[in-house]
């Protein structure tokens, strides 16, 4: 980097901070954390796509496919099950949750359980996301650290203060549209090394093909359950429950749901990201592909990853001789011009604060709405912002804090990510789902379920290694309904009362357009993906 990225990286920087003061002006709870509640669907989409299009799709995914030890295209599968899950979002979750009229989704389990159902739902959520935030940090400070040369302790401070000062002082439309302007910049990036990544690689005269082992994107054969990974069944099935519970019951993306105008509008949204996932997540692959079959071809960019690894992460050298993690970071700054690699790097670095700033602004949420405004006494307007930035301050320290826990990941760090998320998010999704659709569970069985599906996940995963991962989510939810219902049968408690919400499932939301347009294209990219092998080979 050069002068000219430098510059670019500050002067975004200090306008980045510039839209939080923009944004300061918040009166309430709903203007804090749900950006007042008058939001349309498209910047909601954006923000909600920029979720995903963090610094870890930007880095990891991409080293997943073209370098990492048994990588290849069947990331996609990542993507088969999110138009079946924008469906169960639209029909069943998100409308209960809507007409609730709530700021912290956890609020709904309390009127229909008790308040211990409540506080043991949002603790979960409390810990698995500060966790996987704190995952998220290392990301980016590792990035800073290999194409900037400050060390990793000195990155992490310089992301938390800017990140800090974002959040205390923006609020959700802050969080909103800055994920919306990190979202365009990052696509342009992906585009802009896509671009000149095929330029160098076509050019390259031992360039014959991709190599056909990084291909093949589906395969029906492989089940998961003996060490392999990315079957088709359990990228479906488990990758289904993975996604319902992530969209429709994880604070951080329900946050933006419940901020929209009306229903309508939700709708809308989901429609979009069921969309639009997938191609975005095709884009990154194959840059991720064609970056790593130049770093095959070329000596000069392997030896700098290799030697970056050496200087950075002694033991995975030892392990494997690279990090793949470091290839897209390399790339940039080996191969683009200065001035463009000033943009992707504020792009990448935009990417992880916002990522960062919309987890402690739900983690503030929660914790204010959970543990200071529940029961008949509410707070004052004006206790509850204090109390609303001093949580946001603190969650920014404990997921600062729990980056340096990951720092030694020896694996892509978006896998240790969703590693962690999956033992969490089967039990929450069942929490919900028995608050909506099953009547007969009483707050006693529901507790035993959430705390016992969470803690039995857990024992398996340490006891059966071979077990993908992804079926964790699956296992979970099953293993919490179970548990609720029959320790609801023992121990038979009287249903709470005063807590009625108007919601059924008629046949003519299951005939909607959005539902049939969604159900198409999740067949659509399965066709597509079947193919996609030999298209590729054709370059």
């Known amino acids: 980097m050069n002068w000219l990225d430098y510059l670019i990286v500050i002067a975004y920087s200090i306008g980045f901070l510039g839209l939080g003061y923009f944004f300061k002006e918040n009166k309430n709870a709903k203007d804090y954390f749900l950006g007042g509640q008058d939001m349309g669907w498209f910047p909601l989409s954006l923000s909600t796509m920029a979720t995903q299009l963090s610094a870890i799709s930007f880095i990891s995914a991409p080293a997943f496919v073209g370098l990492a030890q048994n990588g290849g295209m069947k990331w996609l599968t990542f993507e088969f099950a999110v138009p079946l899950a924008m469906i169960g979002i639209m029909l069943i979750i998100i409308p209960p949750l809507y007409r609730a009229n709530i700021v912290s989704i956890y609020e709904y389990v309390e009127k229909r359980f008790s308040t211990s159902t409540r506080i043991i739902l949002s603790i979960v959520f409390q810990i698995s996301r500060s966790l996987a935030t704190g995952v998220m940090v290392y990301t980016i ?3 800073l650290q290999a194409v900037l040369n400050i060390s990793f302790h000195w990155t992490i401070l310089i992301i938390s203060v800017i990140t800090l000062i974002y959040s205390y002082q923006g609020g959700m439309k802050a969080v909103v549209w800055g994920d919306a302007i990190q979202m365009i910049i990052l696509f342009f990036g992906l585009i802009i090394c896509m671009v000149y990544g095929w330029n160098l690689l076509s050019h390259n005269p031992e360039f014959t093909g991709f190599s056909p082992e990084r291909l093949n994107v589906i395969e029906f054969s492989n089940y998961g359950f003996d060490g392999g990974e ?11 429950f993975l996604y319902l519970s992530y969209y429709g019951t994880d604070q951080t993306q329900a946050q933006r749901l419940m901020s929209a105008k009306n229903e309508a509008t939700i709708k809308k ?14 884009v990154y692959s194959i840059m991720g592909l064609i970056i790593g079959a130049l770093v095959t071809l070329t000596p000069d960019f392997l030896a700098e990853i290799t030697e970056m690894t050496k200087i ?5 050298y030892a392990l494997n001789g690279i990090k793949p993690d470091l290839m897209i970071p390399v790339f940039i700054t080996k191969y683009l011009p200065h001035g463009l690699i000033g943009i992707l790097i504020v792009g990448i670095l935009s990417a992880a604060m916002s990522s960062l700033s919309s987890t402690i602004n739900s983690l503030g949420a929660v914790s204010v709405e959970d543990i200071f405004n529940r029961g008949k006494s509410k707070l004052s307007i004006e206790k509850y912002m204090k109390y609303s930035k001093i949580s946001v301050v603190f969650w920014g320290i404990v997921c600062i804090a729990a980056a340096y826990l990951f720092g030694g990941s020896k694996g892509t760090v978006i896998e240790l990510i969703n590693i962690i998320s999956s033992q969490f998010y089967g039990p929450i999704l069942a929490t919900f789902v028995i608050a909506i659709l099953i009547k007969k569970v009483n707050h006693i069985g529901m507790n035993v379920g959430l705390i016992g ?20 989510n699956l296992t979970g939810f099953v293993i919490t309904i179970i548990l609720a219902l029959v320790f609801s049968e023992l121990y038979k408690s009287k249903a709470k009362e005063g807590f009625t919400i108007d919601f059924s499932l008629k046949r003519e939301d299951f005939l909607s357009k959005e539902v049939l347009i969604l159900t198409i294209f999740f067949i659509v990219i399965i066709v597509f993906s079947l193919y996609l092998p030999t298209i590729l080979q054709a370059f």
């Not at 039995?456 to 991962?469: A, D, G, P, S």
Request: glycine share 10%; net charge neutral.
């Open 141 to 143: 400070a590792m990035i």
């Open 230 to 240: 990315f079957g088709f069944w359990p990228m479906v099935l488990g990758g289904l």
């Open 312 to 316: 950075h992460y002694p033991e995975q």
């Open 269 to 282: 949204l989901l429609l979009a990201n069921g969309l639009l996932r997938f191609p975005v997540v095709l």
């Open 453 to 472: 599906g969470v803690i039995i996940n857990i024992l398996i995963k340490i006891n059966f290694e071979n077990i993908f991962w992804i079926w964790f």
